[in-house]
């Protein structure tokens, strides 16, 4: 299991990841959401040990990354933004290398080499210098060097970019695969590549943590308020005098005339969807207004992070953190709320 | 650390890199060993010595040990891998350190390539074994400090140019040092001056020339080397402290 408590990294003034905090479960895929410059990276790079925290702490399996440096990162196989490979190497040199830095020997390593270089399809090309190898295949060889020696955790930061479709369907299938012995975690900005990969998601925007739960539960959370849309044939009056007033409809938002006595409707819901459309469809068939199409519309992820995302960072009011503060002292004297009502605004500067 | 050293050495090897800098060297060498037989005569009371030459040599060095250390550390970051290095189970003095061995590994490889000529003397005529081990172990001691000295600047940017070039700057003045100490400016204030000679690093490759192996010397070439490393460890840690 991987901890994250209160992380934080500062560059200069600039607060690039805020306190965050979260785990990742063994056999778990997690997966980090968020927009270019959210501080994925940086938050990767400082639970692979590379970036320093400014604050927090990062644990692997029980060793902290800052106190225990060598023995967390045999943990970890780390894939970066930037595939680490050098240029004047070829494919299996380079491999070689990157066993030995992971202290794999022998028999061992050649073994280890052929299996990585088979699963992620680079065994035709580990002659060929990577300088020559296009970007997809650079990444290949960067994510086969993350997998040497089988480590527990996977750290992998957007490993689908710059390859062909085709191939990240493949990588897909490699992450999913490797759920059964590792735990990976997984950035990207491409949404369904999360939705059909992660177990969790963490979304990230400009160093806070929006949100952390499962897929199903973060589309459900947004599905308070569904739309029905409504194709019917018949009388447009009749079937807007019927939607209009069943239960659970609370307004008709849209009503198109499609011409041969067609119309759609678009209606706000407000209650359980389901049991809604149901009863509107037996409504509607004993009054001789025959539906060609229901169906509503579902909260996808992508509608689920633009939300989450564009949603401001509630501050609190200085009110708030003073009550927060108050009641805790007890009974207050003048002084000691001065000082309360200077935190608070302190805090209120810092966020 | 091993890999890590192979590694290097493979990066100097494999490629025209090494063959390419010991090549240059030999020329250089070669050059200033025809100019020293060249300059015996009748008149000349003086022997040629080989030391007289290493001693000379030392400023053709100054220009290619840095393009030697140049790429150590400015590569790796500038190709990413400094990620790789930094996130596998290897603590970053034993990168410090087998990479310093790689560079020494090259440079020893450079100075094999001399051994040609005092070969060819004692098969033709009579060569002072001991002086010429002397000078081996001077030349061999010198150029380990101004490796890790190249090292460290190597480890201040990621463009190695710019580590050769100011590499270049930094060991021209470390090796002037002596005669900057002995200008009549310097010369007024002798506390300033007798500070100066002890970071001097010619005067006491002067008495390994001359056939003298001071323990002094060693030491001083041994901690040089040293503080350079250990100071190029803290440049990386402390690079990646504030980065950003």
């Known amino acids: 299991m991987i901890t994250i408590e209160n992380l934080t990294k500062f560059y200069g003034n600039n607060r690039a990841v ?22 994925k990276s940086t938050t990767m790079n400082m639970i692979a040990g590379y970036l320093p925290m400014s604050g927090g702490k990062v644990t692997i399996c029980g060793d902290d990354i800052t106190e225990n440096p060598v023995k967390a990162k045999r943990n970890i196989g780390y894939l970066p933004e930037i595939p680490p490979v050098y240029p004047d190497m070829k494919v299996r040199e380079y491999l070689d290398f990157c066993a030995g830095l992971k202290g794999i020997k022998g ?9 990585v270089m088979t699963l992620l399809k680079i065994t035709d090309v580990q002659n060929k210098l990577i300088r020559n190898l296009s970007k997809g295949y ?11 020696g089988n480590p527990k955790f996977l750290i992998l930061d957007e490993p689908t970019v710059g390859l062909d479709p085709n191939q990240v369907i493949e990588v897909r299938s490699i992450i999913k695969d490797l759920k059964k012995e590792h735990s990976v975690i997984f950035s990207s900005h491409i949404l369904s590549e999360v939705s059909a ?40 009056a009749a079937a807007a005098a019927i939607i209009g007033v069943a239960d659970g409809v609370s307004e008709i938002t849209e009503a198109v005339d499609e011409g041969n006595n067609i119309t759609s409707f678009t209606v ?3 209650g359980n969807a389901d049991q809604i459309q149901e009863k509107l469809l037996a409504d509607c068939l004993k009054n001789q207004i025959s539906m060609l199409e229901v169906y509503t519309d579902k909260p996808n992820l992508e509608k689920v992070f633009t939300e989450l995302i564009n949603r401001p960072v509630q501050k609190k009011s200085v009110d708030e953190l003073l009550n927060e503060i108050v009641p805790e002292t007890g009974n207050t004297d003048a002084a000691e709320s001065k000082d309360a009502e200077a935190d608070s605004e302190e805090k209120e500067e810092n966020e | 650390m091993f890999p890590i050293y192979k590694k290097e050495l493979q990066s100097f090897f494999y490629t025209p890199f090494a063959y390419a800098i010991a090549a240059l060297f030999m020329l250089l060498f ?3 060993f025809g100019v020293a037989i060249g300059s015996i005569d009748s008149s000349n009371t003086m022997k040629f010595s080989f030391t007289e030459v290493f001693y000379n040599v030392t400023l053709y060095f100054i220009f290619l040990l840095p393009i030697l250390t140049m790429r150590t550390f400015a590569d790796e970051r500038k190709f990413g891998t400094e990620v790789l290095l930094m996130t596998s189970p290897v603590s970053v003095l034993k990168i410090v350190i087998a990479k310093f061995l790689a560079n020494m590994t090259v440079y020893i490889f450079m100075l094999a390539g001399t051994l040609v000529y005092p070969i060819i003397t004692a098969l033709n005529g009579e060569v002072v074994i001991s002086q010429l081990i002397c000078a081996y172990i001077g030349i061999f001691s010198w150029g380990m400090m101004f490796i890790a000295l190249g090292m460290l600047i190597s480890s201040f940017t990621e463009n190695s140019i710019i580590a050769a070039i100011i590499g270049e700057i930094v060991m021209f003045a470390v090796l002037f040092l002596d005669d900057f100490a002995n200008t009549a400016f310097i010369s007024q204030y002798p506390k300033l001056q007798s500070v100066l000679y002890a970071f001097a690093a010619q005067p006491r490759f002067a ?13 001083f070439f041994a901690s040089a080397t040293i503080v350079y490393l250990v100071w190029t460890y803290i440049s990386i840690e402390k690079r990646r402290w504030k980065r950003g």
């Open chain 1, 197 to 236: 990969v992660c177990d969790r998601v963490v979304i990230i925007n400009k160093g806070d943590i929006r949100a952390i739960d499962t897929i199903e539960n973060l589309e459900k959370s947004f599905n308070d308020s569904s739309v029905l849309h409504i194709r019917c044939a018949g009388s447009k």
């Open chain 2, 207 to 219: 008495y390994f020339s001359q056939g003298f192996i001071r323990l002094s010397d060693l030491v």
């Open chain 1, 268 to 270: 706000k819901l407000s």
């Open chain 2, 30 to 32: 070669t050059y200033i």
């Open chain 1, 18 to 39: 805020n306190d965050i905090s979260f785990t990742i479960n063994d056999n778990e895929i997690l997966g980090f959401l968020g927009p270019n410059g959210a501080g």
């Open chain 1, 138 to 148: 650079k990444q290949r060889v960067g994510f086969a060097q993350a997998l040497l």
């Open chain 1, 107 to 115: 028999k061992e390593k050649k073994s280890e080499m052929d299996r």
